[in-house]
């Protein structure tokens, strides 16, 4: 993308945050959408309309308009789709595999894209070794991903069950329940971990340009590493998805958090770099376990917290609409920490960053865990 419409990080970064506006406004409608309507049509009618625009991006548009394209995109991606996906997945994992149904959701989306992805490095790089063109190379690789979307429309259309969907309500009622999400404490500490969580996710996209930057390796080396890694995600978000349910998904949670500001850490540390190169893959490897072990579960803490069924949209969009605001800032913020320090002090400065995010989502699960003892305790008392 920066070689082939020949933007800086800082631009990639605003383009990026221009998506995140749009998807920050579409959570919270998107939410109330997903109550009241099937998410079979909802999720079909989002691919279908994203595809469109992956076509539009393979003809390559001028800088200016990827910014109308990643907005039209917040809009397709979000508006009919998360909230219905999340909830669809809540209704189908009960009261007791909470842990498992979004384990099984994150893990099964991640082999999917970590397929997808191999198969992209391997069109990316025969197209290269035909063209030895870099244009060609992305156009292919955005083709395969457009087609690919568009299909699973079609699958999806032919195979999710369309579930009764409940009376909408009153006007009082409608209020009401909107009442129940802004007033409950343990939404606003669940978002709270989605964002620290969402941060780590993100920080996930720049290992590419670390390894080619401060690692010396090449575009294919990199883009290697990140299919391979990637495999990480079923099998972290499936274990992660059992044990939340043997033991609390708070528990977990709080555990993946530690774990990935200690990795974080180390990579900011001077001698990260000068120690070989088998000890910094292996703890690149253990940040995206614990980050894609986060993002497995943390929509499971729904369920722990006791929140009505009737009201998971509404909670799903105050939670998005705050847990996902790293949309806008994040690849802006990190893409100027790495303008600034271009090299490994630039990434020096960015992973002691995520280092404190993660400490900081770590007091938020811990807080939420408090929370919910208390209510507990009041409850049986």
Partial sequence: MLEVFGLSNTQLGDIFAVYGVVALLAYFPGGAIADRYSARALMTLSLVATALGGFYLATLPPPPMLYLLFAYWGLTSILLFWAALIKATRDWGGQHTQGLAFGVLDGGRGLVASVLATLAMLLLGARLLNTGSDPQGLVAVVLFYSVITLLTAAVLWCTLPTPRIGPVGSPAAIQSSWRRVITEPSVWLQAGVVICAYCGYKSLDNYGLYAVEVLDMTHLESAALNAYASYARP??????????????????????????????????????????????????????????????????????????????????GLISVLGFTPDIFFAAVTGRILDANPGATGFQHYFLLIALICTMGMLCTLALSRQLARHTKRCAG
Avoid at 260 to 272: E, K, M, Q, T
Avoid at 276 to 297: D, E, K, S, W
């Fill in 235 to 316: 099998v972290a978000a499936i274990a992660a998805g059992i044990w939340a349910d043997r033991w609390r998904t708070s528990g977990v949670v709080t555990v993946a958090f530690l774990c990935a500001a200690a990795a974080y850490s180390w990579l900011g540390l001077d001698v990260a770099s000068a120690l070989p190169r088998t000890f910094l893959l292996a703890n690149i490897l253990i940040t995206f376990c614990a980050v894609y072990a986060l993002r497995g579960i943390y929509f499971s803490l729904l369920e722990e917290a006791g929140l009505e069924r009737g009201i998971t949209g509404r909670a799903v």
